[in-house]
């Protein structure tokens, strides 16, 4: 028998369920692909064999060749990258808006204690609170326009970048932040040459966890009252009955999500080049 080669069963088994053989993986190339595969078919299949066979009737869930087909006929339309367009032009603002408040406000609230004990009453108030929850006071004072979607999804995404920041802030060694000061480096200093770069890697993660929520919200917002965007599109294909349409949205949303997570991906293995590491192959 022949002896699998070191370097490539250690990047095999980095990903693979821990008690697996070692022999086994390299069989496969990389199994954690397989394994993706196999449960993306296995999905398939069962939807398939449930709407193909009338086990399922397709009002409730209609079959896989059915979505196919509106999502051939929706693609050649303006409709549906208008849709997309409009979804991530509010998604890009109201998340860009509140990264710009709540980074800076997370950094001081984690390294300025009084900072701290002076806004967490407030947020308190405000983190059980649901995006969907500011839907009525922001139609109040904004009306249904561009405005009141991008104030959905600030409200929805600014509380879990600032807790994040405010977290990773305080995660920084307080040896290395000592050891700064000893060797005579001021409190700007020691922010930017420590705390930043310390706090990065926690920060870069709350806004790739924001974001999916910023989805979320716009999408909640466009449901209740919008004219465009793919929380409109969804909303317009159930009160039709087009059930095809709905999955087609839902589709769609992500594959955009997807794509938003892998340009995030390449920002944050280009802003900290010293965690690939950490993050493996």
């Known amino acids: 028998m022949s002896t699998p080669a070191t370097g490539d069963l250690a990047l095999s088994a980095a990903a693979a369920p821990v008690g697996w053989p070692r022999w086994r993986l390299r069989r496969f190339g990389r199994p954690v692909l397989l394994l993706n595969l196999i449960g993306i078919l296995a999905l398939y299949g069962l939807w398939a064999a449930a709407t193909e066979t009338g086990l399922v009737s397709p009002i409730f869930l209609p079959s896989p060749s059915m979505v196919a087909a509106e999502a051939r006929g929706i693609a050649g339309t303006a409709d549906l990258w208008a849709s997309v367009a409009a979804s991530s032009a509010r998604v890009f603002v109201g998340f860009g808006l509140a990264a710009l408040v709540a980074v800076p ?142 999955l087609v949205g839902m589709v769609c949303i992500s594959v955009t999500v997807l794509i938003a997570d892998l340009l995030a991906n390449r920002l944050e293995a280009w802003l900290l080049p010293w965690e690939r590491h950490r993050r493996g192959p």
């Open 105 to 246: 406000l997370g950094i001081l609230m984690g390294a300025w204690w009084p900072a701290k004990a002076l806004i967490d009453p407030l947020i308190s108030l405000l983190r059980p609170l649901p995006s969907i929850t500011w839907i009525p006071l922001t139609m109040l004072w904004l009306g249904i326009g561009e405005g009141q979607k991008i104030a959905i999804v600030f409200m929805g995404s600014w509380i879990y970048i600032l807790l994040y920041t405010v977290e990773s802030t305080k995660r920084v060694d307080p040896l290395l932040v000592k050891a700064a000061r000893n060797l005579g480096a001021g409190h700007l200093a020691v922010m930017r040459e420590v705390v930043l770069p310390g706090s990065l890697p926690g920060i870069l993660a709350g806004l790739k966890v924001s974001l999916a929520i910023a989805w979320s919200c716009v999408l909640s917002a466009e449901m209740v009252a919008a004219q465009s965007g793919l929380g409109a599109l969804i909303w317009s294909a159930k009160d039709w009955g087009n059930t095809s349409l709905v």
